[in-house]
């Protein structure tokens, strides 16, 4: 009986799926959608689930196959019925009916699952965990994705996925968490600076290229902004790097390290290089020869989209900034007297010729960009989210914060170009 449940639970899903798709092939953007929506099921359940066990939601009485206490092939089956039936179920269905007809379904085969699945008498707060954070979730970037929409919502949900799957739930399954504090809160400080490159390229993949770091959902512009403008493959660097440090803590995360360059180094070259090329033709062709795929270069590719950071000429405070980045020799950045500028500003602007605009702290994170690969990071890290409002609360209390009237729409003093 134990072995029925399993296999049922995790081949019955997977099976349906196989029939949707049969009846009708699918196009690039419902793959994403389904990859995702299983993806994301995948570890919001996990979750849900390693609090059930806790909590005394419900229990397992399962050998081999189980990790954490959780049987893996139930918990498969699980994220494939709601992340890849309820998904594909979107083609003809309503989200709230999709997601009432699998709650349904989970409240009628749950108590069906004896002996494997052993109910507690609060499961039903389990079910409603799952659900507000597994199932409605899963299917609303699944129906986003498949539409197209929402691309912002969309990168960020992505950036969860990728990181709870790639980094969190690993480290919480290996030992990493009974090493001494003092080296977690170590390594952590160390891994701002990959989690830094890796979320700067996946914003500059929503902001300049229109797409997300999914092959099935890609950008529909050649990305040469931000960290690209020093690496080619900034995702891939930033994860190697990343799984480098945890291999300090637990040796079985170098694994990851050269399954991440193999990849990069392989697979997705081969792949990337002719999609790219197919799609960009030159352009990619001339940006591909003057950066390197892995090791970054220490200044950025001039052909990185121009910008302009204006700063007010007449602040005592401001002008210092503007010479410091002049200086600097910025590479296709143009430093501009906010006096001139035809709209009036109150903060410190950049605007970029792509349309990425950004203020305050934001505006010089992006203006430390076009320097070289030091300043970058340090600009990178403070565009994390969380720490770019932070450090703007703060420089405003330090005597930073916005001009009391907008200056610009008047003649005002350029103060140098470099292109």
Avoid at 28 to 53: D, F
Avoid at 282 to 288: F, G, N, Q
Avoid at 365 to 392: E, N, S, V, Y
Avoid at 408 to 416: D, E, I, N
């Amino acid at each position: 009986m134990t072995a029925l449940v399993r296999a049922v639970g995790l081949f019955g899903p997977v099976l349906a799926v196989m029939v949707m798709l049969r009846h009708r092939t699918p196009g690039r953007r419902e793959i994403a959608a389904l990859i995702l929506g299983c993806g994301w099921n995948l570890l919001a359940l996990a979750g849900v689930n390693a609090v059930a066990l806790r909590a005394g939601w419900w229990s397992y009485a399962a050998e081999g196959g189980v990790v954490a206490g959780v049987p893996v092939d139930l918990l498969l089956g699980w994220a494939v019925l709601w992340g890849g039936v309820g998904v594909l179920a979107l083609r003809r269905s309503s989200l709230f009916l999709v997601a009432a007809l699998a709650v349904w379904f989970d409240l009628a085969v749950m108590p069906m699952g004896e002996p494997v699945v052993r109910l507690g008498d609060t499961w039903l707060i389990g079910e409603t965990a799952a659900v507000t954070v597994a199932l409605v979730p899963g299917l609303l970037l699944g129906r986003w994705t498949a539409e197209g929409r929402r691309l912002m919502t969309r990168v960020a949900m992505q950036g969860v996925l990728a990181m709870g799957l790639m980094v969190v739930l690993p480290v919480a399954l290996s030992g990493v968490p009974a090493r001494p504090g003092w080296t977690l809160g170590l390594v952590v400080q160390l891994s701002t600076v990959p989690a830094a490159l890796v979320a700067a390229a996946v914003g500059e993949f929503a902001r300049t290229g229109g797409g997300t770091p999914l092959p099935y959902d890609p950008p529909v512009r050649l990305v040469t902004s931000g960290p690209y403008a020093y690496v080619r493959n900034p995702m891939q660097t930033g994860m190697t790097a990343a799984y480098l440090l945890l291999g300090v803590l637990e040796p079985r995360f170098l694994a990851g390290a050269v399954v991440a360059v193999a990849y990069g180094a392989g697979l997705a070259a081969w792949h990337e290089d002719a999609q790219l090329r197919g799609l960009h033709g030159e352009a990619w062709t001339r940006y591909r020869s003057a950066v390197r795929p892995w090791l970054p270069r220490r200044r950025p590719h001039a052909g990185t989209p121009a910008a302009v950071v204006w700063i007010a000429g007449g602040c005592d405070r401001c002008a210092p900034v503007a010479g410091w980045i002049v200086r600097r020799a910025p590479v296709a950045l143009t430093v501009r007297a906010a006096e001139s500028h035809p709209t009036g500003l109150r903060r410190m602007t950049y605007e970029r010729s792509d349309g990425v605009r950004a203020e305050g702290v934001a505006a010089w994170a992006h203006a430390a960009g076009h320097l070289h690969l030091g300043w970058a990071l340090a600009g990178w890290i403070l565009l994390l989210p969380g720490l770019r409002h932070f450090t703007q609360l703060c420089a405003d209390t330090f005597g930073a914060g916005p001009a009391l009237t907008p200056v610009g729409s008047a003649a005002g003093t350029r103060y140098r170009r470099q292109g």
